[in-house]
């Protein structure tokens, strides 16, 4: 099991900048696989970024490639997501989510934080 608490949310006027964390309850070395979700109101969840134990290469979502960097702090497990360039469809509520093992999906979640993109 894994708890995950975000925080970093706020609002922030478009072309400006915010920097998600997610500390996780144990080791993140050994969890195969965290992302970034959003919700926006009246929307499904989307998938924002997400890194893979062992690969190199991370995923972002087409809406954001160029302006969100997914990185990781091992010894302090924590995730972030770093975004730039904000735009007001980016406004939602982002999770945090954990999948501990190749054998299953992103089941372990945070509570949320609300981005606000609006001048």
């Known amino acids: 099991q894994v708890q995950l608490v975000e925080s970093g949310g706020g609002l922030v006027q478009p072309g400006g900048s915010l920097r998600l964390s997610c500390a996780a309850s144990?080791?993140?070395?050994?969890?195969?696989?965290m992302g970034w979700y959003r919700q926006a109101l009246g929307k499904q969840r989307e998938l924002v970024a997400k890194?893979?134990?062992?690969?190199?290469?991370?995923y972002y979502a087409d809406s954001v490639k160029g302006r969100f960097t997914i990185s990781r702090d091992d010894a302090k497990n924590v995730v972030y997501l770093q975004m730039n360039s904000l735009k007001p469809e980016d406004t939602a509520v982002y999770y945090c989510?954990?999948?501990?093992?190749?054998?299953?999906?992103?089941?372990?979640w945070g509570q949320g934080t609300q981005v606000t993109v609006s001048s």
């Open positions: 144990r080791s993140i070395f050994s969890i195969y696989a």
């Open positions: 890194f893979t134990s062992g690969s190199r290469i991370n």
């Open positions: 989510a954990a999948q501990v093992t190749i054998m299953e999906g992103f089941n372990y």
